[in-house]
Every structure is written in structure tokens, then in C-alpha cells.
């Protein structure tokens, strides 16, 4: 009951955050310079035409009177708006756009999760060991590395080593090739779609056009992850409660799982940032490999000043976050019983 009555209250602190966000943003964008009447309807259009234009989108009113006829339509027909450039509503373009960055940043994740948190369990040990030894100089090279290499950077020389010269994976075309129709709709991933549409050829085609962007996000944004479970693993097989162990004849792989339940409590803080990162990150490899994500979205409306994808995206996202954020503090609650939820005990 107190978890619940916890997630409650946090909900309700979400509400007003995001009102707030949304406002400025949607009260920043108006000012953005330009007319979106004029660039909607071209440079030619008379005068008459463009006051028809602000008159239905409600340009004519004061911003905050604009704000409020917005959110109303949010709240009644969950409509966020009308873009001028693609002449589409924006939350059928949400629908659509939100399932492809989800799925490459889940996969980015999966990615870090399957490699790089073994990694740095293994190699956070002392040993003599040459194996381990040779694992741990190369990955120390690794979070040098990736912790100074832009992502769009990185997918650059991707697609110019892996396309351009040797033309083994595929290029920046999108999620499928050419010649390729995406399955029916179920839920917007690639993946998830061919499965229940039973196609697997289209399954691995997407599989491989997602590869690249997929290492890309992980490669750089997994690298605070692997960074903080190694220094936290390391300082756990140094600490006197593993001393200890050791001295009672505790089994190593005993010792090494306290080790990792210690070193997971920070670990799961900084990958809930990195998440966050994730959403940034994928604005600008979604648009150096050509996918039509949110990202890709996101920028072209900036590029556009097409202000109500901009509101909306920055909507989601500040959603997303306080979102993330809730999920980590229960995980973290869930794993350390040190931590108490609601009253005093917080």
C-alpha cells in the first residue's frame, strides 16, 4: 500500500511538471522567428489568405489563450495539433514514430546488458589471470574511448567503413530495404510486427538494417554503465565485508553475487540517466541512419519550426523521463532494503 500510495503521489507531482514544460516550450517555439502562415502557404500567398490561416490555427490570439485552446483538444479528442509541413496530425505521426525509437534504444539496452555488464563484473576482479588480464586493458581502452566519440560521429564511420568500402551491412535506407514493405501495424517495432505476421525473411532484413544504429547507441551511451558497475564492483571486492567472506571460506561466486547486489544500486541510477541520454542520442542517429523515428521527427520540425511536433515531442519526453525516473526509484527500492518509501521512513 505504501508503494502505491508512493507511485500516486509521484504521479501527481508529474502532472503539474509536465504542464509547465509544456507551456514554455509551447510559448517558446511561438517565438521562434518566422511565419508559419507564410511558410505553410508558400511566399506568394496574399495577405487575406495568411490572416484565414493564423485565424484558423488560433495564431492571432495571445499565447496563453492558444495554450489553453491546445490543451483542451488534448484532454477532448487527444488532439496535440496539426503539422504544417507533412499536413498530418501529430499524434497519429506520435503513434507511428514513438515505437521505432523505443525499439532501437531497448535493443541499444539489451545490447549493453548482454556484454557490457558481464564485462564489467568479470574484469572489475584481481587476478593474474591473462584472459581477464587482456579483457580488462581493452575495455579500459573502450570507456576512454567511447566516452570521447560523438554518436553521430561513430555512425558516420559505420556506414562509410561497413558500407561504403565493404559492403557487408546495408546502408543508411532505413529500417528495411528498398524493395521492402514494412508488415501490418501491430506494434510499430519492425521486429515484433514480422514475428506476428509470420514473415521472418522481413524479420532478418530488419534485424540487420537495425544492427549499426543499434551498436552505435549502445557502444556509446553503455559506456557510463559499464564505467560505474566495474568502479562500484571493484570498490565491493575491496570492501571488509568481502574480506571477511573470504576469511570464513565463503565460495568466490557467492562473494562475487554480494559483490554485484552491492554494486547494482548505482549502477541503476546512472543507467536510468543514461536512458535519458538514449532519447537524445537517438535524435541524431535515427537521422544519420535515415529511420523515421521520433528523433528524426523531432529534428525536422525544429529544422521546420513546425511548432506543434516541437511541443509535442518535448511533451513526450519530459513524460518519458519523470517515467524512467519512477521505475528506477522502485527498482532501487525492490533491491535495497535499506530504503524505505512514504512518511518518516523516507
Do not use: C
Not at 38 to 48: N, T
Not at 56 to 81: A, C, R, S, V
Not at 186 to 197: A, H
Not at 274 to 291: I, K, R, S, W, Y
Request: charged fraction near 15%; charge should be negative; glycine fraction near 8%.
Amino acid at each position: 500500500m505504501r508503494i502505491i500510495l508512493y507511485i500516486g503521489r509521484r504521479i501527481l507531482f508529474l502532472i503539474p511538471q509536465v504542464l509547465l514544460i509544456s507551456f514554455i516550450t509551447f510559448a517558446l517555439v511561438r517565438l521562434l522567428p518566422g511565419n508559419p502562415a507564410r511558410m505553410s502557404l508558400g511566399p506568394l500567398a496574399p495577405e487575406s489568405a495568411i490572416e484565414a490561416y493564423n485565424v484558423k490555427m488560433h495564431y492571432n490570439l495571445p499565447i496563453p489563450e492558444q495554450y489553453w485552446i491546445w490543451l483542451k483538444g488534448i484532454f477532448t479528442d487527444f488532439d496535440l495539433g496539426e503539422s504544417w509541413v507533412n499536413g498530418s496530425m501529430v499524434i497519429d505521426d506520435m503513434i507511428q514514430r514513438i515505437p521505432v525509437t523505443l525499439e532501437v534504444m531497448i535493443l541499444a539496452l539489451i545490447l549493453v546488458a548482454i556484454v557490457l555488464v558481464p564485462l564489467a563484473i568479470i574484469t572489475a576482479a584481481k587476478t593474474k589471470n591473462k584472459i581477464v588480464v587482456f579483457f580488462q586493458n581493452i575495455t579500459f581502452g573502450y570507456g576512454m574511448l567511447a566516452g570521447a566519440l560523438p554518436d553521430f560521429l561513430l555512425g558516420l564511420l559505420m556506414i562509410f567503413i561497413f558500407f561504403t568500402n565493404l559492403g557487408i551491412m546495408p546502408g543508411p535506407e532505413g529500417r528495411l530495404g528498398i524493395l521492402e514493405f514494412e508488415p501490418p501495424f501491430v506494434t510499430g517495432s519492425i521486429l515484433l510486427d514480422s514475428i506476428f505476421d509470420g514473415d521472418w525473411e522481413l524479420f532478418w532484413s530488419g534485424a540487420w538494417h537495425l544492427a549499426m544504429p543499434v551498436f552505435t547507441l549502445a557502444f556509446v551511451y553503455g559506456a557510463p554503465i559499464f564505467k560505474m558497475l566495474r568502479s562500484q564492483m571493484e570498490g565491493a571486492l575491496q570492501a571488509e565485508y568481502t574480506t571477511y567472506g573470504e576469511a570464513i571460506g565463503l565460495r568466490s561466486r557467492t562473494i562475487f553475487i554480494r559483490a554485484a547486489r552491492v554494486a547494482s544500486g548505482p549502477t541503476l541510477v546512472i543507467t536510468g540517466v543514461v536512458v535519458m541520454f538514449l532519447l537524445g542520442g537517438a535524435v541524431l542517429v535515427e537521422t544519420v541512419f535515415n529511420l523515421s523515428g521520433l528523433g528524426q521527427y523531432a529534428v525536422q520540425a525544429i529544422v521546420t519550426a513546425d511548432y506543434a511536433p516541437i511541443v509535442a515531442f518535448v511533451s513526450f519526453a519530459a513524460i518519458f523521463t519523470m517515467l524512467v525516473y519512477l521505475a528506477v526509484d522502485l527498482a532501487h527500492f525492490a533491491m535495497d532494503p535499506r530504503i524505505k518509501i512514504g512518511g518518516s521512513d523516507t
